[in-house]
């Protein structure tokens, strides 16, 4: 798993890349505070040849996002997260700090 983060000086916006290896996965999206933690505005991510799946949102800097993927319909964590936080269902979300 690995989240990487471009700021653009043109403007207040972090390009965010999220990518997971997935290779079993038919589809994975991200959801988190940024959509509304909605499925139907989620961030599907694109897969790639070699298993692993990819795609870039672009977030307001100076803030910060919780998140989760779901892998063919189940909530994963990413363990590179700047950080956690627990959630009402009692598990945790990933934390994007931008």
């Known amino acids: 798993m690995a ?3 471009q700021y653009l ?3 207040p916006v ?9 290779e079993d996965a038919k589809k994975v999206k991200v959801v988190g505070t940024f959509n509304d933690w909605n499925e139907k505005k989620a961030l599907e991510l694109k897969k790639f040849k070699n298993g692993n799946f990819r795609g870039t949102v672009d977030l307001e800097k100076d ?6 993927y ?9 363990d590179q997260a700047d950080s956690y936080k627990w ?8 934390v994007l700090n931008v």
Do not use: H, M, Q, W
């Open 3 to 5: 989240i990487t983060k």
């Open 9 to 11: 000086k043109s403007k």
């Open 14 to 22: 972090c390009k965010v890349t999220f990518s997971l290896p997935a």
């Open 63 to 68: 803030n910060s996002y919780e998140f989760r």
């Open 70 to 78: 779901l892998v063919d319909g189940t909530y994963v964590n990413d």
């Open 87 to 94: 959630n009402e269902f009692g598990s945790e979300n990933g």
